[in-house]
């Protein structure tokens, strides 16, 4: 894999990039392939910061899972 690759890869997983941007950079790149990619980089699944969301992802957890709502 090319080197700007592996740094598409690593701005990917800093949540820098979407996933749509990264599989149009690795010649649309299936997610299979993408999460194949990740591992063999040794490099981790993007996760979103939840600081200052927190409000958000409330109103969203109450309307996915009413029943669940305290």
């Known amino acids: 894999m090319a080197e700007t690759e592996n740094q598409a890869l690593a701005v990917y997983s800093r949540c820098e990039m979407t996933a749509i941007a990264l599989r149009r950079r690795l010649h649309d790149a299936s997610y299979g392939e993408v999460l ?3 591992s063999e980089a040794g490099l981790p699944l993007p ?3 939840v600081a200052g969301r927190e409000a958000q992802i409330a109103r969203a957890r109450a309307w996915m899972f009413p029943k669940h709502t305290a």
């Open 47 to 49: 996760r979103a910061p």
């Open 36 to 38: 194949r990619l990740l």
